[in-house]
């Protein structure tokens, strides 16, 4: 199975509730799937030429203090970088980090600093959250009710076709301020796959919705808006898929030629949301008078911030 | 075990007799399932607050007259052969899935697989439904007010659907025994449908169907009838002999 959710908001008001309107969804969503479990946060954005790097660091190190590493990081960074380093959020496993925007460079320098340690998605606005586990254990480890901003989406993960790890994992956030969560099974991603690899495209695992996360975000970078990217998956892509895609502009959705994978969209004044089922939006306030209905095939719907 | 409240359900006071309220806020759905197991034929139950919650009213036996009053989930009335259930809403994937006899209506739509497989009794969707409506419908009765998606009727055995709006592409696809009666566009046929004439026993059937879901916007002479070509009923081993 696999569940997702997501949440965009259209009004300033519930940013402060971001969280606390999201960890009901996806912790209802764990009756999908609780091998994973993931969420992408996207908040006031940083200054432009900064990027926010949502950090873990290797567990193999031991216990350690993520406080103290950290801090070692911010410190260690700068010095290597030449730009100012803050480190804006600990978490249990790492940190959130602002930098430059020069991500090879930050990478390179992380990855020096304290092998093992992963940049698992990058941005102005985006901060990845995943880990292995039920959506209740990973909201209360992570404290995503405290959390805001102005869109997330979310992944409950029911592993099908490759391992269970943080990396496996969704979302996917393959560029800046890009997640791509995916409910279903592709049939061909080998084969897109080697074709992204001709192109110099580099992939971290062999699950298959990191092929299609890596070919949306071939697409934005060429310059294709969301819908354009969603219908060059549909051309490249066979198999099963209800696809929740968003960006720090913009958040779509598409199911395949058959709507195999369930999708039910609900639409207020005040927000639009996505989920696997009904019932994981019924906590949301307004959902009463909500426009609720479920996507055709191949339809593309999205949504930009205005 | 759960407890029971009455109270007279019906705020118009249409209702002479006494409900027996379930609260999906307090129960389970095995709990609710389990009361309504209990019950005697005849019974009159509300099943309140039930915000999308799924397999409610499944695996029922006896007669019981249950109205779930609010958008529910997946598998509602399933596999039942006595109860009448109206839904107050709408309702997610294979409403009525299995059902071997009673009627289950919902007042909103229906997401994916309506009706699929079921045997016997009737489903009444007023809202429309969505694709693989009457998915291997095996005896039971469809009838849909609004439209249904792509491959509603998909190798449907027997029993009949009716589509008062219209229906989505490849509509009966592989069809066996089932008949499928159109109001409106038919975006495609699928593999072996085809359309026949209507005779005075199809607009007869359409009339009592169209009567008992209370629809006043579908005239049973006007509608198309799509029923099986049978090419596909025995392989043909001299077809395709190219290869």
Known sequence: MCGIIGLHLKVPALESELGALVAPMIECMGSRGTDSTGLAIFSTPVAA?????????????????????????????????????????????????EATDDVALVSHELNRLHPGAVVMGYGRSLEIIKDVGSPQEV??????????????????????????TIDHSHPFAPTHDLAVV???????????????????????TDNDTEVAARLIGRELRRGSDIHAALKEVGNEMDGFYTLLVAT???VAVVRDSFACK?????????????????IAMT????????????????????WRRS | MATLMTSDARADGSSAATRIVLDCEELTTREINGALRTMKAGSRVTIANPSGRHNLAVGLFEHLDILIDGHAGYFIGGLGSGPDITVNGFVGWSVGENL???????????????????????????????????ISLKGGTIVVGGDVGHMSGFMAQAGTMLVGGDAGHALGDSLYEAVIYVAGSISSLGSDAQLEDLTQSDVDTVRRLVD???????????????????????????????Y
């Not at chain 2, 099986?228 to 025995?234: F, I």
Request: net charge negative; glycine share 10%; charged share 25%.
């Open chain 1, 262 to 278: 369930p999708l039910v969209v609900a639409e207020t004044d005040e927000y639009v949301a996505f989920t696997s089922e009904y």
């Open chain 2, 100 to 134: 071997m006899a009673g009627t289950i209506r919902v007042t909103g739509g229906a997401s994916e697989c309506a009706g699929a497989s079921s045997h016997g009794g009737t489903v009444i969707i007023h809202g429309s439904a969505s694709s693989r409506a009457g």
């Open chain 1, 139 to 164: 909201c209360d480890r992570f404290q995503v009710r405290n959390r805001r901003g102005f869109q997330a989406i979310g992944h409950t993960r029911m592993a099908t076709e490759s391992a269970v």
């Open chain 1, 49 to 97: 030429g900064r990027f926010r790097y949502s950090v873990r660091l290797d567990p193999a190190d031991g216990p350690g203090d993520a406080e103290s590493e950290m801090h070692a990081l911010v410190e260690g960074l700068a010095t290597a970088t030449g730009h100012q380093v803050r480190c804006e959020r600990i978490r249990p496993d790492g940190g959130v980090l």
């Open chain 1, 182 to 204: 995916h409910n279903g099974s592709f049939s061909n991603p080998a084969t897109v796959r080697r074709r992204l690899e001709e192109q110099g495209i580099a992939f971290v």
């Open chain 1, 248 to 250: 720090d502009q913009e």
């Open chain 1, 283 to 302: 906590s949301l306030p307004g959902i009463e008078t909500a426009h609720v209905f479920e996507p055709k095939p191949e339809e593309i719907h999205a």
């Open chain 2, 212 to 242: 008992e879901a209370g629809f006043t916007h579908v005239s049973p002479e006007d509608v198309k009838r799509v029923a099986s070509a049978k090419q596909l009923y025995n392989f043909d081993a001299l077809k395709g002999q190219e």
